[in-house]
């Protein structure tokens, strides 16, 4: 898996590329890590147009990620779920944990959003 982080007006966005599992939680724990240090941060964008599979040990740190961005009042939105990761995250209850009003179809709509703020 691949993650490409993107700054734009203090929006970071993570477009992922790839399998996120078990074997490569990892990637994702580093850019979690520089994301949460940045200086300025006004928001966090999950675009996932082109992650074909997840797992539960990836739901788990991305669940992790989503409660430390909620601890610190930042605003962040999923956006591109493919039909595969969306039946995941809804099995296993993601919308009802950090609200349905997070997921966002279109990346734009979401960068309106944050910026709206």
Do not use: C, W
């Not at 930042?74 to 956006?79: A, H, I």
């Not at 969306?86 to 993601?94: K, P």
């Not at 009003?101 to 709509?109: A, T, V």
């Amino acid at each position: 898996m691949e993650i490409k982080l993107e700054t734009t007006m203090g929006i970071h966005i993570m477009h992922f590329d790839g399998e996120l599992d078990m074997g490569t939680t990892d990637r994702l724990e580093k850019a979690m890590e520089e994301i949460l240090s940045a200086e300025f941060l006004k928001g966090v964008i999950f675009n996932f147009t082109h992650l074909s599979f997840v797992d539960s040990t990836g739901v788990g740190k991305l669940l992790n990620f989503f409660h430390k961005l909620m601890n610190r009042d930042l605003p962040f939105y999923l956006v591109g779920l493919t039909p595969d990761v969306e039946d995941v995250f809804d099995i296993l209850g993601l919308p009802l944990v950090i609200g349905q009003e997070r997921f966002r179809y279109q990346l734009e709509e979401a960068v309106a959003t944050i910026l709206a703020a």
